[in-house]
């Protein structure tokens, strides 16, 4: 769990909106993730929303700068 907290703190100045959700006893595995997938998507589905919106108005330059990259060649 404290590489957890290291992550969450390195994220919080980028994302100061960003939960940590640890369960106790818990590890990486299914038994964890199964409990934690549900959190996550109730945080995560508005995010992507508010993610799409902002590329669909032209304003994510992150995805704007991916797209400027040079297509590779199809081998």
């Known amino acids: 769990m404290a590489g957890a907290e290291l992550f969450w703190r390195q994220l919080a100045p980028r994302q100061p909106d960003t939960p940590l959700i640890l369960t106790p006893g818990g590890g990486h595995d299914m038994i964890t ?43």
């Not at 992507?48 to 400027?68: D, F, I, P, V, W």
């Open 33 to 75: 993730w199964r409990a934690e997938v549900p959190l996550l998507l109730r945080w995560m589905t508005p995010q992507l929303a508010r993610a799409a919106r902002q590329e669909a108005a032209g304003g994510s330059r992150g995805l704007a700068l991916a797209a400027k990259r040079p297509a590779t060649k199809p081998a």
